[in-house]
């Protein structure tokens, strides 16, 4: 059964994003809020606990389109290729925000992901979000949580997602509702923005 922890946007209680921490380095799976919808996440340094997402999404890892959830752009470097000023700029304009950039990946990227050539970079704009990252010390892993209904594309009540969930994950992190838009995704690959998909973020940014 997972745990439920509940935090504060406001002021995330330091000891249970300790506790989130602890898990996520010995492998744990984790459901967590963004600033858009919430994610099904993983250490992206932990194989395992990889291969346990791409399992719960149904998809093959070295082929899965997750995203990277970076603090800040400090680890660009970590995972991408050098990128031109413009498309820095561009970054540090809009991150933390609702944005997932494809970026094309480099030679640093985690074995599992080696084959792929490109990369998608979060940075939400989230205090739960962003504590984890920063006691973990690396990015996760994640993808949206997404439902079965038809109509409601996103599960926003954190008790109905427990419900869904309780067998499969560690822990769920109740913060709050969530959105039920997703971020807009933007390809960076090119040199010029192309969008991929509209969602919370304004596209006026290109």
Not at 136 to 152: C, K, R, T, W
Not at 181 to 187: G, H, N, R
């Amino acid at each position: 059964m997972a745990e439920f922890i509940k935090l504060y946007n406001e002021n995330p209680d330091p000891r249970k994003i300790q506790k989130v921490v602890s898990c996520l380095r010995d492998g744990g799976v984790i459901i967590y809020p963004t600033d858009t919808v919430y994610g099904l996440g993983c250490d992206i340094t932990n194989n395992r606990a990889l291969e346990r997402v791409a399992k719960l999404k149904g998809v093959k890892l070295a082929k899965a389109n997750f995203s990277f959830i970076c603090k800040d752009l400090s680890n660009l470097s970590d995972f991408v290729k050098q990128i031109d000023n413009a498309t820095f700029k561009l970054l540090k304009r809009t991150l933390p925000g609702p944005y997932t950039y494809i970026l094309p990946g480099n030679n640093n990227l985690p074995t599992v992901f080696k084959k792929k050539r490109t990369v998608g970079i979060r940075v939400p704009d989230n205090a739960i979000c962003m504590d984890i990252l920063d006691g973990l010390g690396n990015p996760i892993v994640s993808s949206s949580i997404h439902d079965e209904d038809e109509v409601i594309e996103y599960t926003t009540d954190p008790e109905l997602i427990l419900e869904k969930w309780d067998n499969l994950v560690d822990i769920v992190i109740d913060g709050g509702y969530g959105g039920n838009i997703p971020s807009t995704i933007i390809d960076l690959t090119s040199g010029e923005p192309v969008l991929l998909r509209e969602g919370k973020g304004s596209i006026d940014i290109i």
